[in-house]
């Protein structure tokens, strides 16, 4: 279980950099001034999409995936973390890189929409099964 958790975690982390490098790029071209970042006052519009897209990717990764992250955990304390666990785990993981790659790269609204789905049925799976795995100990 720890091999999916670090996956997400690079994940979260190779999006921040990429969001990173989209606020600095808009600082350097001038599309967005630096005392933006003080309190974040523009509206969404008037901000480059790329910022935002990165950004709204960024803030993505830390909503649902702390239940994730909480799966994994519980299922190595319980010791539920058999082959089919193991791969709900990872077709999350896949699911969350799709989503983010399509969030990054064209933002096609559908096809990110269907991973974000994806995503949470492999989630709620998994919690189903750790439901089941610690009712039949």
Known sequence: ?????????????????????????????????LSYFKT???PADQLPERMVLAQRCYH??????????????????INATGTTMIALAWLYVISRILQAIVHLSGNKVLWRMRAFLLSN????AMWGLL???????
């Not at 975690?9 to 350097?28: H, N, P, Q, W, Y």
């Not at 049925?121 to 709620?124: A, G, N, V």
């Not at 439901?131 to 100990?137: M, R």
């Open 1 to 33: 279980m720890i091999y999916p958790m670090a996956a997400m975690v690079l994940l979260t982390f190779a999006v921040a950099f990429a969001m990173l490098g989209a606020r600095i790029s808009a600082v350097k071209n001038r599309q967005v001034p």
């Open 40 to 42: 974040y006052n523009l």
């Open 60 to 77: 993505n990764l830390l909503e649902i995936p702390p239940l994730f992250y909480a799966a994994c955990l519980a299922a190595m304390a």
């Open 121 to 124: 049925l492999f989630l709620l």
């Open 131 to 137: 439901v089941f795995a610690y009712t039949a100990v």
